[in-house]
Each structure stands twice: as C-alpha cells, then as structure tokens.
C-alpha cells in the first residue's frame, strides 16, 4: 500500500511518527541525542534536541518509503530523482574500466541512491543478510530487479566484490556497517573513535579503483530526490592503513555534514573495553 500512496502522504506519516519517537523516551531517541552530544559538543542542548528531532523524522521516513524504493516499477523508482550533482565524473571513472568502490552511508535515501548509479552501471552491492530467510529473499529480490546484484558479507561475497572490481565494475558498500573486530580498525569519526570497516582500504591495496561516497537527499514538500555523488578523500589510497581509515570516515563525515539532520543517528553507542573510550558503533 505505502508504495502506491504519494510521498507527500508517506512523508507526513513519517513526521508524525518520528515527532512521536522523540516526544517519549524511546531507544532511538536516547541514542540519537547521546550520539549527537558526543559528535557535535559545542552545539547547545537546544540545538541537539532539535537535530535529534529531525534525525529520527527522516529515518522514519526512509523506512515508510521503503515500498516505493523496493515494489514501485524500476523505471517510477527512478523518477523519484529530479536532480544530480557529481554523475559526470562518477561515469568518466566507470568508463576508465578501472573499477568504482561507491559508498552509500546511511544518509537520505539509500535504497534509491543505489538504484539510480547502478541503473547505468553495472553495480553489485555488499550487504548484511538478515537472520530470517524470507526477509533475506525480499530483499535480494527487489534490490536485484533493476539489474543490481547481491553479495553477503562472507568470504564468498568478499571474493564476488573483489572479481567484481577487477572486471571494471560499480561496488557498493555501507561504509557505516558494524564490522567484525577482526575486519575493523579505530579512527576518528567526528572527533570519536569509530570501529571502522578495513575492507575498503584492502581492496584498493589490490585494485586500481576509485572511490566515491554520496546519497538521495530528500528534498523540500516532497518534491522528489537529488542525487549526490563526490569523489573520497585521496588519504583513502593511502598504503598506511591508519591513514586509509581516517580519510574514509573524514569522507563520511564530509558526505554527512551536507545534509546531517538526515544521517541515521539512532546508532548503538558502546565503550572500549580496554580502555573505556567511547566511540561511535557506525551503522545498524
């Protein structure tokens, strides 16, 4: 149903339910407001209340636009988009024939950015599958229909990504995803530690790809999506793994920065064990 109601209605929906979300003492809203006091400590209480209001109303709305991004018809999918900044050279760095690692935090819509560089790209995308196999299968379904194809954090999915590049193509990956300890590393994000994934920095130590970050920033009345996609901060290339990390999550950040009242900002927030530092648990 929510994929054939107009986004002005599913959007509406999403405020009520995000401005509900804040107004009682929900997880989401305890994390959102922790999260954001510990990456933005000079804005006021007043301020991080208000971001923190906004947050949650956009990851609300991400999740009831989930039918239009996942059952509408590809072609009304991409409608969606009535504007791009960045595509130019996205596509100059596809047609090098070189590879793109193409990373999409949780930030706008997601779902859809992916569709609409993958719908002229030959994109596979790296995800976390669900415990349940019915939900595994939904979603490998309605993301593989435009032509996008699937690849599960394993080692199999791992080696299909790492082919993938080496035959020129589009790989996408959440940068914000919790990785295992053993395939994360610790750098600043937003002046916090962050485990951060090390699986970007090995694979362009073995490809010759670039790496670009972006998103569908949902715009104003619901009037659609724009599309952005920048160029990753050239620290990414770096051989120094310490370098890599911190110009992966700086590009992040930067991306975030554009639009950060619509950053997914309910994330868990956890300590070090050994040392009790807090860092920031990037991703869901």
């Known amino acids: ?26 997880r989401a809203k305890t994390t959102t407001e922790r999260n954001l006091t510990a990456c933005f ?11 923190a209001k906004s947050s949650l109303i ?12 996942w059952l509408l018809p590809m072609e009304k999918t991409l409608a969606l ?9 996205f596509n100059a760095a596809y047609e090098s024939g070189n590879g793109i690692i193409l990373l999409a935090p949780h930030l706008g819509n997601w779902e859809i950015f992916g569709f609409y560089l993958s719908d002229s ?34 080692q199999t999915g791992v080696a299909q990504i790492f082919k993938t590049l080496k035959q020129g193509q589009v790989v996408g990956v959440l940068p914000d995803q919790v990785p295992s300890q053993e395939g994360g590393g610790y750098a600043n994000f937003f002046g916090v530690p ?6 970007i920095s090995k694979l362009l130590q073995k490809t010759d790809a670039k790496v670009f970050c972006g998103f569908a920033k949902r715009l104003p009345n619901a009037k659609g999506f724009k599309v952005i996609v920048q160029e990753a901060d050239e620290g990414i290339y770096s051989e120094d ?3 890599s990390l911190a110009a992966l999550n700086s590009t992040v950040e ?26 920031v648990d990037l991703g869901g």
């Open 1 to 26: 149903m929510g994929a054939l109601l107009p986004l002005s209605i599913l959007q509406a929906i999403a405020k009520a339910w995000g401005t509900l979300l804040y107004r009682f003492p929900t």
């Open 41 to 51: 400590p000079d804005k006021s209480e007043a301020e991080i209340a208000e971001l």
């Open 58 to 69: 956009h990851t609300a709305s991400t999740a009831i636009e989930m039918g239009k991004s």
């Open 81 to 89: 988009v009535v504007d791009c900044e960045g595509q130019d050279k």
């Open 121 to 154: 790209a030959s994109t596979t995308f790296l995800y976390q599958p669900p415990k349940y196999l019915a939900l595994d299968r939904l979603i490998t379904r309605s993301r593989s229909r435009g032509g996008l194809n699937m690849a599960p954090t394993n």
């Open 194 to 199: 962050a485990l951060t994934m090390t699986l």
């Open 241 to 243: 793994a310490s370098i």
């Open 254 to 279: 930067k991306t975030a920065l554009s639009a950060i009242e619509q950053y997914q900002c309910c994330l868990l927030y956890t300590s070090d064990a050994a040392d009790d530092t807090p860092c």
